[in-house]
T-cell receptor, first 112, second 107 residues
């Protein structure tokens, strides 16, 4: 079965712009969570969606937002990009909080 | 304070050696994942554990819930095992991650 698909894989944006990243979970999975990976901070939790509702949010500024659609696909948006937003953004999907999570390949965002 | 601590941070081994990576955590968890990340690559979940022990090929993962500790073992290590190994614990809907162990296996 198809894995977790993140698009695009690579992205270069300019400071001040906004960006939207997409995550398509494994078919049947209703939980999607997002993570940021930077060399200095490692992996950090951004937010988690289940059945179109945000259930949990990490300690990130309001410039980071997300949503989930009825087909469980999720998008995250970062507005007014800063150089420090350059990172690998990962999403993971699972059927629910008690089942195994599967990670996507990530989107590598570079802000210049 | 980190909810998840991994050791060692860096590890170099000769091909064929037995390798152990340790993970200790301080929060109540529903599951623990061992993840593998190759340079420039995405993340692959190797194991999900909530109790006991799991084995997949040359990889073995164990967890002791009472001691809040897990280990990842690699038997007969191979250069293709060179990667960063990350311990992640799940509490409800959120993961906490260790900082990773960078493993290099020399032929």
């Amino acid at each position: 079965k198809a894995g977790v698909t993140q698009t695009p894989r690579y992205l270069i944006k300019t400071r001040g712009q906004q960006v939207t990243l997409s995550c398509s979970p494994i078919s049947g999975h209703r939980s999607v969570s997002w993570y940021q990976q930077t060399p200095g901070q490692g992996l950090q939790f951004l937010f988690e969606y289940f059945s179109e509702t945000q259930r949990n949010k990490g300690n990130f500024p309001g410039r980071f937002s997300g949503r989930q659609f009825s087909n469980s696909r999720s998008e995250m948006n970062v507005s007014t990009l800063e150089l420090g937003d350059s990172a690998l953004y990962l999403c993971a999907s699972s059927m629910d909080r008690h089942t195994e999570a599967f990670f996507g390949q990530g989107t590598r965002l570079t802000v210049v | 304070k980190n909810e998840v601590e991994q050791s060692p941070q860096n590890l170099t081994a000769q091909e064929g050696e037995f390798i152990t990576i340790n993970c200790s955590y301080s929060v109540g968890i529903s599951a623990l994942h061992w993840l593998q990340q190759h340079p420039g690559g995405g993340i692959v979940s190797l194991f999900m554990l909530s109790s006991g022990k799991k084995k997949h090929g040359r990889l073995i993962a164990t967890i002791n819930i009472q001691e809040k500790h897990s280990s990842l073992h690699i038997t007969a290590s191979h250069p293709r095992d060179s990667a960063v190994y990350i311990c992640a614990v799940r509490t409800g809907n959120q993961f906490y991650f260790g900082t990773g162990t960078s493993l290099t296996v020399i032929p």
